[in-house]
């Protein structure tokens, strides 16, 4: 599978593009429209991968839909942040219009060529984060970065430990490509992470 890497918008969030077979998938867009369908070359995007519904991550989903006729993607619990409840775009003076997504990631089977997306559940920093895992490729959204993790409140801090502490127990050699900075890799997460380590969440 083949992976471009395109960063967006005021937050420098990173959109992926996922292709393999001549088929493609689009991950947390949010902006750069033009650019991401200059990326896709010759690939038809089946999907369109949210892994929450952060304004960030989700603004040019629906050109993007428009325009390519892929569909969106995203949990049931982060549904209505598309539809304009809470994706904090107000925060940065930043309006998304509204659209409604055409799947929920936990009942949706995501596959392009010969690859299949699996949706794991890390919910933390919203409600209905999903990371989304192929072969030796986790997308993992906001949820897991190099070196650190997503930012949560506080009533989210047992759910976001219960989250990363599931992803630490994947094999060392999965690539993670993070909403945000640089490409990692489970194995360099478990040397250096220390959210990896149960101890260090004694604050709870």
Not at 26 to 48: H, M, R, S, T
Not at 51 to 71: Q, V, Y
Not at 87 to 108: I, Q, S
Not at 114 to 132: A, Q, R
């Amino acid at each position: 599978m083949l992976i471009k890497q395109i960063v967006t918008n005021i937050m420098g969030e990173n959109a992926y593009i996922c292709t393999d077979g001549g088929e493609a998938i689009i991950c947390d867009p949010g902006g750069a429209a033009d650019e991401i369908i200059g990326a896709l070359e010759n690939a038809v995007p089946k999907y369109i991968l949210l892994t929450h519904g952060h304004f960030d991550h989700i603004m040019a989903a629906k050109e993007l839909r428009d325009r390519l006729g892929a569909k969106i993607v995203i949990s049931h619990e982060d549904a209505q942040m598309t539809e304009g409840d809470g994706n904090c775009g107000e925060d940065y003076g930043v309006f998304v219009a509204p659209f409604t997504a055409d799947l929920f990631a936990e009942e949706a089977e995501i596959k392009i060529g010969g690859s299949t997306f699996e949706v794991i559940k890390t919910p933390g920093h919203t409600k209905g984060s999903v990371c989304y895992l192929s072969g030796d490729v986790l997308l993992s959204g906001d949820t897991l970065f190099e070196g650190t993790i997503g930012k949560f409140d506080g009533k989210n801090a047992e759910l976001m430990k219960k989250s990363v502490m599931s992803l630490a127990q994947l094999p060392d050699n999965i690539r993670v490509f993070p909403g945000h900075g640089d490409a990692t890799d489970i194995g360099t997460e478990k040397r250096q992470n220390p959210y990896f380590e149960e101890r260090n969440w004694n604050f709870i």
